[in-house]
C-alpha cells in the first residue's frame, strides 16, 4: 500500500462548455446535453438521420453501427472504429467525427463502393440490418485497406442479419480482400468478367454460376475517403479539459487528470464510471437505472497507458479489449513463446468477446469491476491472480493499494473488494514462467458475440521438467453469482502427475466442489456442472501437448485419437456455389424475367435513404404511445391506477378497456377472441392493458411503468404442451382428426410397429425492425395509419372496427418492412389498434416502435410442436400405417393457430406416401403471448415428425435411410391423405442431383474413418427433402388485385396487394410488369401497399406473393396492353413512349386494375374434378456435413447442399436468396434459437443477448445451392413457383447430421444409438446426448425436489 502525500488538489471541473463534435463533416454544437441520451437517439432524433437504425438497443445487433473517429494525441494518427451508437453515450462524442451511412454515399451523389458491393450482390434483402453492416465494413476499409477474410469474420461479429443467410454479404465483401485481389490487379479476370482464373466459364449446360458482375464494381480508392476535421486534429484541447454537461437526471463529467477523477469519486462514491458504457447503458436502458453522476475517465492518462514490466503488461482500466488483443498480438510474436502463455488466452477469450463494435470501446476495467459471473475476462484473470492498481483520494491524498484478483477477490453478485471510492487504474497481465501453462476455454449457445454459459481459466505450474503439479489455479464462470474458484480441488492436485489418474480424481472433486442448485438461474444445471469437467478435461488434453511437445512427456502419452478433444471450433473460411438455369439466348435483353437483377430497393437500403416506418419524419404535434404490458400469467384484473402515470408533466393520456365498447374491444384475425385492452382477465404475460400517451418515448415509457395493475391469480398457469395435456386445455373442437384407409387394420397387419415421439420447440421471429405503426387523423373522420404489417387490410378492418368508422375512411400504407416472416401477419394488431385509437381520440398524430424486448415479450412465436406416433411399417421398410398426434402450443388466443395446425398435419407425412393414416390434431390453449405464423406455418414441424419416423423405420429394419426413404417416396399420380393428387413429383431427380453435387456418399465413408480416427469430436451428414404445399389453407385469401398507372410520361407506377418485407416481391413484380407490357424495369416503379390503391388484399403470407399478385398483375397488363394494340399496330417502330402520348391524346385509359383467383383451390371435389388444398408443391433436398465437439456440445456445419425445385425462377438471385435465407432460418430453428421461459410464463430470452440467431460465422463453411433446371411449373406466373418457405425445413438437415454425429459418439461407448434429441439441438442437448465417463458423474437433482428455474413451452 503506498500513499503520495504531496499532492495539490485540483478543481475537477472549471466550466460548463458545449459538447462539439462532427457528424458527416458538419460541426455539431450542443450546450445542453442529455447525459442520458444515447448517440443513436441524438442522430435520429435530431439530427434525423435516420439511416442508422434501431434493431436492439443493448449491442447485440449491430444495426446501429457508426464510425467513429478521433486522435490518437500520442502517436498523432487518426483511429477509426465501428461502434454501436444504440449504447454510446453522446457526452462521449465531444473531440469525435461520427461517420454514418449517409456522410459515405448516396444514390443521388455518389455511391460508396461498400453500400454499391453489398447492394449488387444481393446482400440486401429487407436492408435494415445493411447500413450497420455496410458501416462496419466501412470502418474497416478505413483502418485496413485491404484486409482479409479472417478480418472480414472478426469485423461482422456484431452484426446480424435475419433475411439473407449471410453469404451474399461476404462474397460481396470478399471482393475487398486479399484473397480477391491477385497480382494481375485490374488486369484479374476476377474483377473482369465472368471467368473463374482458369478461364473456363460456367455456362455448360444451360447453366450460370454468376449472380452478380465483379466487372461492374466502383473501384475502391482509399485514398478519396473524407478527411478528418482539421478543426478536431489540430486543437489538443479537445482532449485535453475537464468538461461537465448536466442533463435533468444526470450530470456528466470527464475529468482528465487521475488526481480529478479520484476527488469526483471521493465525492460521488456511487458516481458511475462509465467506459465504454456497455454495461451500464444496458442497465439504463432495461433496467431502468438512473445515475445522477457519470464520470468518463476515458482521458486520463493512468487509465490509458500501455507499458511492458519484467514480469508483465501493464494495461489501463479504461484500455478497449481491441487495443489490448492488438497489443498482446503483437508482444506474442516477439516475446518468447513461454512467457506469453497467458497472453494468448487472453486474445483467445477476447476473439469470443462480444462483437467487434463492443470491444472497440468497452474496457477491461468495466469487465472487471461489472463483475458479472459470466464475464469472459474474470475467469483468466483470476486463475492468473492477476494484480490490480487501484487508487482513492483519502483525507485529499492519493491512496495507492495493489489487490490480487484470485481468492476472495469477488464477495458476491457484481461485488468485489475494491470499494465504491476507489477506481481501478490499471491491471497487470503476467508473464508465464517456463514450467507454467495457461488454458482458458468458453462455452457459450452460439460462438461469436455471446456471453459464456460456462467459462474456465487453469494455471498450473509444475516442478521443474516434470509433469508434477507445484501450484495450481483454476476459474470457472457460470456456476455462481461470482467466478468461482476451486481451492479444494486445486489442493489435491499438488504435487500429483498430471495424469489421466488425476482427470478421475479432479472430475470428481470439482463435481463436489461446484454444485449447482437445481433452481439456479441459468438452467440447464446437469450441462453446466457437465462443463465444469469437461472444460478441464479439454485443458488437461491441451496441457498434455504441450507437455509433449516441450518433451516433459513422452509423444504417445495421450492416445492419438484423443488430442483433437482439446480443440475448439474455428470458423471457416466461405466457399460457396450458386447455380441456375440461364436464360435462352433468344430471350431479349430487355426482357429481366429470369435473370438476376438487383432488389429494387437495394441500393437506397445500402445507403440508408430507403425510409421504414419509423424513419417517416415526425409531424409538429406528435405524441408517442407505449404499452401497459401484463406482469401476469393468468389473473383477474382487480383494478388498474393510472393516477401517478398521468400526473407526469408531459403525460396526455391513459387508454384502456374502458375507451372502447365491449364489442370494440373485442378483436382478432378469425376469431375475435382478443382484446385491444385486457379488460378483466390477463392471459400471458406481456399482454396489453393499456397504453401511455405522452410527448416523447421517453416519458411515455416512464409514466407507462406508473400505471399501477392489482392482480388476483389464477390457477392453473400453464406454459408448457405437456402441462395442456394434462389439465386437457384445449381449444374449442379440438381435437380433429383426418383419416385416410384403414389404420387400425394396417397396423395389426403390419411387420413392425413402433411408438415414437418428437418435439421441437418455438422460433423467435427476430425480424430486425421491431413492429412500429404511425397514425394521423384525417379531418375528424379518417385515419391514415403507416404500419410495419404484412397485412394492410386487416389492420384497415380492424382499426375501422376499433374506432367504429366505415373502412372507407381508413388507409393503411406499409412501404417496406425490415422484414416480417409471418410475425407481422396478424400480430401488428396489438401495436396498431391503440396506435389508431390514441391518434383518433385526441385528434393528434401518434406514433410507437416498440422496443425489442416488448416486441419479444408481446408478440409471439412459431408453435412449439409435441407429435407422438406409432408408425406400421414392413421388414423392407416400407410404411404401410401411420397414426399421429400433433400438438400445437398455441398461447391463450386462437389467431391462426388452428390453421397451423393443419398445415402441419397436411405435411407429417412429408415426402412419403402412406397409404393408411390417421392424424389428429390439438390446438393447445396455453398462458403463453398468443403463438402465430412464423415461415412454414406448421410445415417444417409436421416434416419433422416424418423425418424422425422414417429414420425410425430405418434404423428398426436395419437399412440406409437413404434406400427407405426411395421406397417410400410418393411418385407423381399418388394422393394424399387430403386427397391431392400429385401431378408432378420430382423429388427423387432433386435427390439425386443433391447426392451428386453433395458427394454424400463419398463424405459419408470420410465421415466413417474420420469418427473411428476421433475420440471427442464426431462428424455426422444428414439428407432431408422437402415437399410444401402452395396456398392459403384459408380459402379465399387466395386472391390478389394490382393497380397500373401509366403516365402521360410513359413512366409507370405500379400497385399490388403484396408488401415488401424484404422478400424481393416488388422487384418480382416489376420485373413481371416489364415483360407483360414489353418495356425496361426502369419505367416501372412500385411506391407503396396502400389500402386505397388495391383493396381487400391478403396478407403477404404463405409464399403466394409472387403467385397471386403476379397474375393480378399480368391481367392488368393485358388490359392495358388491348387498349394499346390498335395504337402499336398503326405505329410499329414508334417507342413507348410515342406509344402513350398517343394514347393519351387519344383518350385511352391508362389505367387498369387487375385481379386473380387461384383455380381450383378450396373447391368443393363433388363440383370440380381438379378441386386441390394447394395449387402445386414446392420441393427440395439439402445434406449438411456436420462435426459437434463431444466434451462441449459446440459444433460446425461443415458444408450444406441444397437443390431445389422453383420451377422457372423469376430471378434467381432473389431465389437464392430466399432459399440460403430460409435454410439459415431452419438451421437457426432447429439447431440454435432457444426460447427460455420461467415457470410462470415470463420470457427470458427478451433481446439478442439471450436469444441466439444464426450469425455469420454460422454459415455453413461450404454452402452451395442449385437450382432444379428445366422444371417449368405450370400453375404460376411465367412458371415460377413459390420460394419463400419452402426451402425453411432443409435447415434441419444440420439437426439430422448432429444427431448422426451423436449417434457414432454413443455407439462407439456401446450406448443405445435410440435416444431422444429435441429440437433446437442446443449444445446443452448435444453434450448431454454424447453421455461418457463425464456426464455420468453428474447426478439428476430427484424430479420431486426440482424447482427447474425455466421450463420449455
Ligand atoms: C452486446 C454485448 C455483448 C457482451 N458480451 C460480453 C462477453 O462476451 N463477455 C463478457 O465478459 N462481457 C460481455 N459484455 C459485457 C460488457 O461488454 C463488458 O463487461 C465490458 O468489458 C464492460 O466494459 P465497459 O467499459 O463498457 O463498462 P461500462 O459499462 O462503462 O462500466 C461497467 C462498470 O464498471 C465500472 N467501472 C468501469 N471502469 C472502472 C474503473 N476504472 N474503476 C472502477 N469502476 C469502473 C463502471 O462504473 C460500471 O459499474 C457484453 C455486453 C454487451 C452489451
Ligand atoms: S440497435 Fe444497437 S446493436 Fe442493436
Ligand atoms: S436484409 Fe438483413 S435483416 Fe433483412
New binding site residues.
Partial sequence: MTTNSNVVLSVPVEKESPLIFFVNGKKVTDAEPDPECTLLTYLRDKLRLCGTKLGCG???CGACTVMISRVDRATNSIKHLAV?AC?MPVCAMHGCAVTTIEGIGSTRTRLHPVQERIAKSHGSQCGFCTPGIVMSMYALLRSMPLPSMKDLEVTFQ?NLCRCTGYRPILEGYKTFTKEFSCSMGDKCCKVNGNKGCNGAESEQNGVNDQLFEKSEFLPFDPSQEPIFPPELHLNPQFDAVNLVFTGPRSTWYRPVELLDLLKLKAEHPHG???????????EMKFKQFLYPVHIN?IKVPE?NEIRELEDSILFG??VT?MDIEEYLRGRTEKLPRHQTRFFRCAMKMLH????KQ?RN??????????G?P?????PILTAACAKLKVCSLVDGKVHTREVRMGPGFFTGYRKNT?LPH????AIHFPKTSKDQYFVAYKQ?RRRD????IVNAAINVTFEPNTNIVQEIYMAFGGMAPTTLMAPATSKIMVKQKWDRVLVERVAESLCVELPLASSAPGGMIAYRRSLVVSLFFKAFLAICQELMQAGVLEANVIPERELSGAETFHTPILKSAQIFERVRSEQSTCDPIGRPKIHASALKQATGEAIYCDDIPRHENELYLALVLSTKAHANIISIDATDALRQPGVHAFFSSKDLTQHENEVGTVFHDEEVFASKKVNCQGQVVGAIVADNQVLAQRAARLVHIKYEEVYPVIITIEQAIEHKSYFPNYPQFNEKGNIDKALKEADHVYEGSCRMGGQEHFYLETNACVSTPRDNDEIELFCSTQNPSEIQKLVAHVVSLPCHRVVCRSKRLGGGFGGKESRSIILALPVALASYRLGRPVRCMLDRDEDMMTTGTRHPFLFKYKVGFTKEGLITACNIECYANAGWSMDLSFSVLERAMNHFENCYRIPNIKVGGWVCKTNLPSNTAFRGFGGPQGMFAAEHLIRDVARIVGKDYIDVMRINFYKTGDITHYNQRLEDFPIERCMNDCLEQSKFHEKRAQIVEFNRKNRWRKRGISLVPTKYGIAFGAMHLNQAGALINIYADGSVLLSHGGVEIGQGLHTKMIQCCARALGIPTELIHISETATDKVPNTSPTAASVGSDINGMAVLDACEKLNRRLRPIKEAHPNASWHAWINKAYFQRISLSASGFYKMPDVGDDPAKNPNARTYNYYTNGVGVSVVEIDCLTGDHQVLSTDIVMDIGSSLNPAIDIGQIEGAFMQGYGLFVLEELIYSPQGALYSRG??MYKLPGFADIPGEFNVSLLTGAPNPRAVYSSKAVGEPPLFIGSTAFFAIKEAITAARAERGLSVHFQLEAPATAARIRMACQDEFTELIDQPPTDAHKPWNVVP
Fill in positions: 443493448e449491442g447485440g454501436n449504447l456484431g458511475k464510471i462509465i467506459v465504454g458504457n456497455t454495461e451500464v447503458g444496458v475517465p487509465l482500466s479504461a479489449l469470443y468477446f462480444a462483437g463492443i470501446v468497452a474496457s477491461l476495467g468495466g469487465n472487471i469491476m461489472t458479472s459470466i464475464s469472459d475476462m474474470n475494491i476507489e477506481v481501478l487504474v457459450a458475440d455471446d456471453i459464456a439478442p443477448g
